[in-house]
């Protein structure tokens, strides 16, 4: 068995755990400052979340447009729970951080012909709940464009080491006199090829980790977004809230070579519609704004449809534009769709909704701050209070570049030095290696089946209910194999996923009406005030878990 080294790396001031947009966009803003980063990256340096975003940011960057048209469609898509502080700190810094991208390098698309009569140099698309044009984007692979661009400037940076293929294990906790809760002083973290738990000491860690859509049977993400830095804010101490509220992308593609390949809401945004088999429209019925609803609503629709009709999927139809015009606006979707067979110009799409962004998450402030000290959240798995009880389209990558930037200055500006300490070693004098690894695959299976059934896009006390009894006992099994045997990857996830898997249920159960992505048939009205679900560990907890619920008005 491999030894653990407590101490195999120099001391970093800011260790970053996670790579996607948030995470590098800090490390390189941090760079300039004299600071020693270290990014942890799960996979390849590139690989997550925004590397798969397709549709782009929005930002107020037309002339017709305005902050406060921005301000209200966002307010309006989060049914009642967005923090306007917050929504206008994120939009009124939106032409900011586009311009901070631009000038990185990042190809967004240029405006043909009139498109950009407005005095704005690249095309922009409309996305559901957005009143006006705003989505700036690189053709349909924005996240690509942006992810690959800061990957290659971050390898460039000297102020900046990479660790690729390592996960983060647990937040290491010392004892503070000026703080209750304790100071975070750095990170354990498993170096995945060398099968080592690894001590990366620091003076601030930055989670940047996404969001946790692999509870659920099918995500649109890849398979890095197990929720690894809310279940360890959590168990470190932090609050998480609006837990419940988890964005199902409506449009799925449906087939059994491509299980998590999204097909852009931008489609949508360009007229195409959604049809039944016998190709009928059916968004009308559901709502006056059609397909351009927000997420929440067309998602909904499609699920109820989908049960009305005992069909296993519903249809995208853009044949009204020709295949010119596909291929110049969807060149990335329209080649994977035509590798699979399938031709977009000619026929509609098979779609479903899945599994798709984590609204809620580690509270933070306007800087990125969570309740520990030395730890802030940045991205997806930071609530900030943007989204709301619905995050609406194109928002969320702006939200880690304006965050990732805000928490950057913040930690820029402190002039507080702290003492190093000698951090214990990663212990593992009491487990063994396990030759049960089945036992995980099970366990994970289970786990995202029953969220998917019960937890869904419908839900109803009596499923919550009988979720809870399942992930109670699954936990508790979780504990006893964690406590016996060497971390692995799968072991890690699957461990993190279930912490999740319980908070989102609890947070559900805890929520009496519908609003926003929660929809419960025992409570299908609105309550007249939004109160945000706030869940705080208790100071003494089991191994399952301590909760305290608590609401948090506006």
Known sequence: MPDTDSQPYPRFDVVVVGSGAAGLTL?????????????????????????YAQGGISAVLDADDSVEAHVADTLAAGAGLCDEAAVRHTVSHSREAIEWLIDRGVPF??????????????????????????????????????????????????????????MAVELIMMADDDEPRGRCRGVYVLDIKADVVRTFAADRVVLATGGANLVYLYSSNPHAASGDGIAMAWRAGARVANMEFMQFHPTCLFHPQARSFLISEALRGEGAVLRLADGSRFMPRHDARAELAPRDVVARAIDAEMKRTGQPHVWLDITHHDKAFIEKHFPGINQRCLELGLDMSRDPLPVVPAAHYTCGGVITDLAGRTDIAGVYAVGECAFTGLHGANRMASNSLLECIVYASAAAADIATRDETLEPLALPSWDESRVTDSDEEVIVAHNWQELRRFMWDYVGIVRTTKRLERALHRIELLRREIHDYYGSFRVTPGLLELRNLAQLAELIIRSALDRRESRGLHFIRDYPHTLPRAMHTVLSPEPKRTANGGFGVSYRPL
């Open 27 to 51: 490390a390189l803003r941090l760079a300039h400052s004299g600071q020693r980063i270290a990014v942890i990256s799960k996979g390849a340096l590139a690989e997550g979340s925004t590397l």
């Open 109 to 166: 698309t240029r405006a043909d012909g009139n498109e950009g009569d407005a005095g704005y140099a690249y095309h922009l698309n409309r996305e559901g709940g957005h009143s006006h044009r705003r989505i700036i984007h690189a053709e349909d692979a924005t996240g690509r464009a942006v992810e690959t661009t800061l990957e290659g400037l971050t390898r460039k940076t000297p102020e900046i080491t990479v660790f690729e293929h390592h």
